[in-house]
């Protein structure tokens, strides 16, 4: 177990905490105030083309085609290994959609809080649903944490952790571009992704991730399925 690894990560955990709970710092209220004024003001009759593509980047089908997107960004990361095969890479993706599943349990069993997103904590703002058709999420009741952004979060970790550098770099990316369109259009805070969802990463993920049996873990399954495969496999005679 990579003991300093994971203190120093839960140590980051620490800062953002502070950084929210100390009443002297107005750090996220500020930022959270001026990120969603700057994109809210573009909301609206004047641009028509930028708001239907807010409210299209905040539906149902676009939540799917990311995932899609993720999906195929595990098949990339399985492509440039050169360390593991199939496998090891269904291993991972398995272990990754329970650690993601377990997280988002505990997230709304214990974690959930009733915070307004900006959209309904501001008066008089440009609601995306008043300019558009889409069925697009606009507010949330309970925004904080992201749960959004912890999924995001969890995908872009194990990305770091076994993909490489290429492949780890543009699963950043895309975690940022999965979370962004609910922050403009005033549905998150930037503190429910970038204070409370990456905390919690901070301070969970490190325990599986720098752990030396998640490791041995993976490889024992890769060595199940490859033995699965083998028996199911058609042989020629």
Request: one cysteine or more; proline letters at 4%.
């Amino acid at each position: 177990m990579q003991v300093r690894r994971i203190l120093f990560y839960n140590a980051l955990a620490l800062v953002l905490i502070l950084s929210w709970w100390l009443p002297s710092v107005l750090f996220w209220t500020r930022l959270d105030d001026d990120v969603f004024y700057f994109f809210n003001q573009f909301i609206g009759p004047v641009y028509p083309h930028w708001t239907e593509t807010l409210a299209l980047l905040n539906t149902r089908a676009f939540d799917k085609i990311m995932f899609g997107v993720l999906v195929v960004m595990l098949f990339v990361a399985m492509v440039r290994d050169r360390n593991g095969g199939w496998q090891k890479w269904l291993a991972i993706g398995l272990i990754m959609s329970v650690v993601g599943a377990l997280l988002n349990e505990l997230l709304h069993t214990h974690f959930l809080m009733t915070r307004p997103s900006p959209t309904l904590w501001h008066g008089q703002v440009n609601l995306l649903s008043d300019y558009t058709a889409l069925n697009a999420k606009t507010t949330a009741s309970n925004s904080f944490p992201s749960d959004h952004g912890v999924m995001a979060m969890v995908f872009a970790s194990f990305m770091l952790r076994f993909a490489d550098r290429v492949t780890a770099s543009l699963s950043v990316a895309l975690t940022v571009m999965v979370t962004l369109p609910r922050i403009m259009v005033g549905a998150h805070w930037v503190s429910d992704v970038y204070f409370g969802a990456l905390a919690i990463a901070l301070v969970v993920l490190p325990w599986v991730l720098c752990n030396s049996q998640i490791q041995r873990l993976i490889d024992g399954m890769a060595q199940t399925f490859d033995r699965i495969y083998q028996r199911c496999r058609p042989h020629a005679f």
